[in-house]
């Protein structure tokens, strides 16, 4: 198929950035999104120009890297879907397909689509574990845990981090993620020990790198390359709430 | 080249333990005293600067990604070994062991391998303990599955995730101690070459990939986890970004590489579909569990079904060639990779592979529908269908799916001793990017095993052993400031600017293609004598081309994806020739490592265990001039060499 491709060039995190606009001819419908990138890219390469950079890796939708906006829509048109994983096939001949980095106040362009996402990980590093010493854990099974929690913190832990619901949300809120990842540990038995300090030191972290607030709007949701639920968003207010009033009569932090 | 194992004295079941104690200790007052340097941050690198920076040392800890939770350890679906026997089948840490030499076709260390098996069970506790969500049966306890090469359930998984599941463990682990400031996180750094003083290695010289600046980084050892080099042959299963550079620039100061042909193509990757393809994508080995492998026995009928003209569903049982059941019996359609990789192909050279292309094979899973109901089958695989389905545009759960081999896993790598110490001392290597465990070949499950018992059990041990024989005096002596830091940094900059300055005309990625090309049809799935010479030269000329005619766009001081690929294509090519050179040396068939003049007379592997039971390692000896190989005898003292069966 033959298409036009508007895609957003920043040089840098000062550069004002632009659309630029490539044709691209004979892409094949098997391929995937990445894929007709690598194409342009050497398109560009052979006309002496430089490629449009773009975060990829393991191109099979879970190591979370890509992160592109495509058409207005994190990750693209296809519901629970990463960018590497969106194919051709869901385009058509003669479109015009524009593409933009995640757009979001904690998310500084680096480069082209290239954003910086280092937020995500200072907000694991302020709690998002259990404290458990590599070596010394008791046996696996000395703790049975119901299937149905298991289940769901399996749900909550699908969570790959890509950012594409901060890039959704008109708040440039990470309550997704966050919600996501307290959901998960503070579920299971082993993370019940840290859970309200946990709760308490990823939320503050989360506001002080500039994360905007949840007002229920549900594009997070609908963003989410892992279909992660509001649930989450939900069961991180309530353990938020909870941590709050105990620490205002005794501090658990 | 000192191939000294240090495989401790006694029992083999006794080794690891009294190796332990007799251990160097650092008190932990003096821990914080030494620097440790970590590349890589999957699990064998993750899990080693969170248990070292635990300990009390200071980690630096470097990752190519913009987050360490990204690393490729996260693509790896279907499960981790342990000997748990939770399921009372007769499993045990003997019977692990002896599966795992077994199922690298003999080419493994016992010692290592036993110690695996051995520190397999903690890996799970360590696993629970972090928070990751295993399945569960209803009563609360561990659920199990079975595995290629394995006639026992000894495989615990997270849905079909469970690589991302452990790796986030290990991150979590690993951002406590961020967090916490013992160690400090490079992300988008790229190391390109090591810093040897007095013989030992004391620091890397690494890349900002998004200024480009060069810096250098002291410390008192370095750790090594960065993974295989599977993209040598351009299409994998591997992430885009894995590369060979730090092992080959390691390799480059004096680090052995071993068994480099040792390479695992893994039997269930979904078909190639034309020359835009960037990478295979594999569906995960727990398929085989209830999809049936199959190619139509008659070849109009695989043409029919390749030209669109036959539905599969259509096929009647007595046309259809379940060939892995057929020919292996007892293992059926759970036999080992390599085994499983070499029939398919047999399949589709005797022209009876589908997929339009003819090189693929149905993974049927209309009976297990049939058995245990379409629900049952989604919830133990329904990821993974959705995932087929996203990339092939068919639904599994009503036409079979096609699968092919691709390559997936490197088995060889830097040569280690029992410490998982290189021939450089101070210089550790863990995970994918050494070659100890697991052979000729790799067994399902057991990629994350060995990372995480890496990373967890061992290299907090062998590495703070090795701090402590230096001695506290030795601590952080050795700065940035030291001459020899200045010459490897003045390396790595004159090589950056030689890739920038050739101003030719073709593209880092049609380099890479190209090698790839080479690789993959001399040698890849078969081997022989002539296609490996012949793959050698046209290395050789490729790589002149290559240094004559590069296009690099963009500059060296700012984020430049085509530099960074052109410095590992670099890297690829000569990589891609000692590969070649090993593969031809090795006259015998083993795993990975198929030589079309060594097969028995049914076709398969045979193995020259008199004349090639050692591991091969080889030295650098100057750009342009053959390396020189050096052997380590493999002695097995617990296991008898046999014919490996899977009949």
Redesign the interface.
């Known amino acids: 198929m033959n298409l036009t491709i508007r895609v957003w060039r920043q ?2 995190r000062l550069d004002v950035g632009k659309f630029a606009e490539y044709k691209l001819a004979d ?2 419908e ?3 999104f ?3 990138l ?2 342009l ?2 398109q ?3 006309d ?4 449009v ?1 773009f ?11 890509c992160s592109m906006t495509i058409n207005g829509i994190p990750h693209g048109p ?1 519901s ?2 990463t960018a590497c ?1 969106l ?1 051709m ?1 869901h385009f058509h001949d003669g479109q015009t397909i524009t593409i933009e980095p995640w757009r979001a106040k904690p998310f500084p362009v ?2 082209d689509l ?1 954003v ?3 937020p ?2 200072k907000i ?12 010394s ?5 000395a ?5 149905g929690i ?2 769901y ?2 749900d909550a ?2 969570c ?2 890509c950012g594409a619901c901060v890039a959704a949300c008109p708040n440039a809120s990470a309550m997704l993620f966050t919600g996501a990842k307290v959901a ?2 503070n579920s ?1 038995p ?2 019940k020990a840290e859970k309200d300090r946990r709760t308490l030191a990823m939320v503050s972290t989360m506001d002080g790198e500039g994360f905007g607030g949840c007002t229920n709007i549900g594009e997070c949701e609908a963003a989410c390359p892992k279909s992660i639920s509001l649930d989450m968003i939900a069961q991180l207010n309530r353990d938020y709430a909870t941590a709050q009033f105990k620490n205002f009569f005794k501090p658990v932090a | 080249m000192n191939l000294d194992s240090k495989i401790p004295e006694g029992p083999l079941a006794q080794k690891w333990t009294s190796h332990k104690f007799n251990m160097k200790l650092v008190n932990p007052a003096n821990r914080r005293k030494y620097n440790v340097i970590v590349v890589g941050s999957g699990l064998a690198g993750g899990a080693a600067a969170a248990s070292l920076a635990e300990q009390g040392y200071n980690v630096s800890c470097f990752c190519y990604q913009d987050s360490p939770r990204r690393a490729h350890s996260i693509a790896a679906q279907g499960g981790i070994n342990a000997s748990k026997n939770y399921q009372n089948d007769g499993d045990s840490v003997h019977r692990l062991f002896y599966d795992t030499v077994k199922g690298g076709d003999y080419r493994a260390r016992e010692a290592n391998v036993y110690r695996l098996a051995e520190v397999s069970s903690d890996i799970i506790d360590q696993c629970v303990a972090n928070g990751v969500p295993f399945a569960r049966e209803y009563g609360g306890y561990l659920a199990n599955r079975s595995f290629g090469g394995a006639q026992v359930s000894r495989t615990f998984y997270a849905r079909g995730q469970t690589g991302q599941q452990l790796l986030l463990g290990a991150y979590s682990a690993l951002s406590k101690q961020i967090g916490l400031g013992k160690v400090k996180m490079y992300n988008r750094h790229e190391m390109l070459d090591v810093v040897k003083v007095d013989g030992h290695a004391k620091g890397v010289i690494v890349r900002n990939m998004v200024t480009g600046e060069i810096s250098r980084h002291a410390g008192d050892a370095v750790v090594l986890a960065t993974g295989g080099y599977g993209n040598v042959f351009f299409l994998s299963t591997n992430a885009q970004g894995c590369n060979v550079t730090a092992a080959h620039r390691a390799y480059r100061r004096g680090a052995g590489m071993a068994n480099p042909c040792y390479t695992q193509i893994h039997p269930t990757c979904i078909p190639v579909h034309g020359d835009q393809q960037s990478k295979l994508t594999l569906m995960s080995e727990s398929l085989r569990n209830d999809g049936r492998v199959w190619a139509p026995k008659d070849k109009e009928t695989a043409k029919k079904i390749r030209e669109g003209k036959l539905d599969p569903n259509a096929v009647p049982d007595e046309e259809r060639d379940y060939y892995l059941e057929r020919k292996y019996p007892s293992f059926g359609n759970l036999a080992p990779r390599d085994i499983s990789s070499r029939a398919a192909k047999e399949a589709c050279d005797d022209g009876r592979g589908v997929a339009t292309t003819g090189l693929g094979v149905f993974l049927d899973f209309r009976d297990a529908i049939k058995r245990d109901g379409q629900k049952a089958i989604e919830e133990r695989y329904g990821n993974l269908f959705e995932m087929y389905q996203c990339i092939t545009g068919d639904n599994p759960y009503e036409t079979p799916m096609m699968i092919f081999p691709a390559v997936h896993y490197t088995m060889g790598g830097l040569w280690v001793d029992y410490n998982l110490q290189s021939t450089i001392p101070g210089m550790f290597v863990g995970g994918e990017a050494n070659f100890s465990d697991h052979g000729a070949n790799r067994l399902g499950a057991s990629a994350l095993m060995q990372g995480l018992a890496d990373g967890y059990f061992v290299l907090p041990y062998t590495v703070g052993n090795y701090l402590g024989e230096q001695g506290v005096a030795a601590a952080g002596k050795v700065t940035t400031d030291h001459p020899a830091f200045a010459e490897v940094e003045a390396d790595v900059k004159s090589r950056i600017d030689k890739l920038m300055s050739i101003g030719g005309t073709e593209s880092p990625r049609s380099f890479h293609k190209r090698l790839g090309n080479i690789m993959w049809e001399k040698c890849g799935m078969s081997r022989t004598k002539e296609s490996l010479t012949e793959a050698i030269e046209e290395i050789q000329a490729l790589r002149k081309e290559f240094w004559s005619n590069l296009k690099v766009v963009g500059d060296a001081d700012s984020l430049n994806p085509e530099l960074e690929r052109a410095g590992r294509v670099a890297d690829f090519m000569e990589f891609g020739e000692i590969l070649c050179r090993d593969a031809l040396m090795r006259e015998e068939s083993c795993g990975g490592h198929f030589r079309a003049e060594h097969q028995t007379d049914d076709g398969e592997a045979k193995r020259d265990d008199d004349n090639f039971a050692f591991v091969g390692v080889w030295e650098y000896k100057g750009d342009d001039v053959a390396p020189a190989l050096h052997k380590e005898p493999l002695v097995y003292e617990n296991i008898k060499l046999a014919t490996r069966s899977y009949k």
């Open positions: 040089k840098n892409i094949s098997d391929s995937s990445l894929e007709m690598d194409i890219s050497e560009l390469v052979a002496g120009h430089e490629p950079a975060d990829h890796d393991c191109r099979e939708g879970i190591c979370g890297m296809e629970g879907t994983q194919h096939r680096i480069k290239v910086d996402r280092t995500l990980d694991i590093q302020a709690g998002g574990f259990i404290t458990a010493r590599a070596g854990a008791v046996d696996a099974n703790m049975p845990i119901a299937k298991a289940d913190a399996m832990a699908a790959i981090g998960h540990m299971l082993q993370g």
